[in-house]
């Protein structure tokens, strides 16, 4: 059984140039499989709200949302670093707030760390949870709570002037006290010179490969996410098509009589039929 990575590994990967690899996860079985394959992390996203509830974004999760999964996530992943995704308005309020439902992480799911998204903007915060003892990882770029004030799901830092401002927010994310960074949505070349420039390790998800690892929506990676494909994301398998041609299958069997079969019953004890059906016809 492998060893549960610490902060420490991180740093030393992103010394060494060994990639981290990362998913979300969700529910349990979900998290025993990517265990079994050797993630080095797992985030228990707030993309839960589009890829388990069918919300429009994810504005709506909340925090007991968000524990819930993560509890299960952690029972399936014992020996897996997890990360819980601090969902809209558990931490915009204050730092006492950000605080407070960090710890909720940590207390009641057993999580390694929180992340939660902002640069400049949440900087107090960011330091508030780190001087709580609590590991913290920073998201910038593409920040999905906040599309609406950045005109929608769009990439960030296409411009010089837009790059300098995603680079102002990452060295905040760092000066406030940071462990990790995940940028999401902007040109590799940007990403490079954060990664160059930062101490410390700097993630990915569709800002190139230059970064110190990279992180997926496991629902989007197996193919099982239908509304939208993003277009960092690639498909490694056909979930939904794989399970809705099964469902077809079962329904097809049911309706021509050819399910279930003898082997798929349980039958009475040797015996026990005979006397069952004497009993029915007294």
């Known amino acids: 059984m492998a060893k549960k990575k610490s902060i420490i590994d991180f740093y030393n990967m992103k010394a ?16 025993q499989f990517a265990e079994a394959a050797g993630l080095d992390m797992i985030l228990v996203g707030d993309s839960l709200g589009m890829c388990v509830y069918g919300y429009k974004g994810t504005v709506p999760v909340t925090m007991d949302q968000c524990i819930v999964h993560c509890e299960a996530v952690r029972r399936g992943a014992p020996n897996t670093f997890i990360v819980g995704d601090m969902p809209f308005m558990s931490y915009q309020t204050s730092d006492e707030a950000a605080v407070e439902n960090a710890g909720r992480f940590l207390k009641e799911a ?3 760390a929180i992340k939660l998204e902002g640069g400049v903007r949440v900087a107090s915060r960011i330091k508030a949870i780190v001087e709580a003892g609590i590991v913290v990882i920073g998201h910038i770029g593409l920040t999905p709570q906040s599309s609406g004030a950045l005109g929608g799901h769009k990439a960030q830092g296409r411009t010089a002037k837009d790059a300098a401002m995603v680079v102002e927010d990452a060295l905040a994310v760092q000066e406030a006290g940071a462990q990790m960074l995940l940028v999401e949505a902007v040109p590799p070349e940007v990403a490079q010179y954060i990664t160059e420039t930062l101490t410390i390790p ?10 110190d690892g990279q992180l997926l ?43 279930p079969e003898d082997q798929h019953c349980y039958h009475m004890i040797e015996g026990e039929k005979e006397k069952f059906l004497s009993e029915m016809k007294k």
Not at 223 to 236: C, D, E, L, S, W
């Open 202 to 211: 700097v993630f990915s998800i569709g800002a190139g490969k230059e970064c």
């Open 16 to 31: 060494s140039g060994d990639k981290v690899c990362w998913l979300t996860s969700y529910d349990f079985p979900t998290a």
């Open 217 to 259: 929506i496991v629902s989007d990676l197996i193919g099982q996410f239908q509304a939208f494909t993003p277009k960092f994301v690639k498909k490694y398998c056909d979930v939904a098509g794989i399970v809705t041609d099964a469902m077809k299958a079962y329904c097809k069997d049911v309706r021509g009589g050819s399910f």
């Open 110 to 112: 057993d999580v390694d």
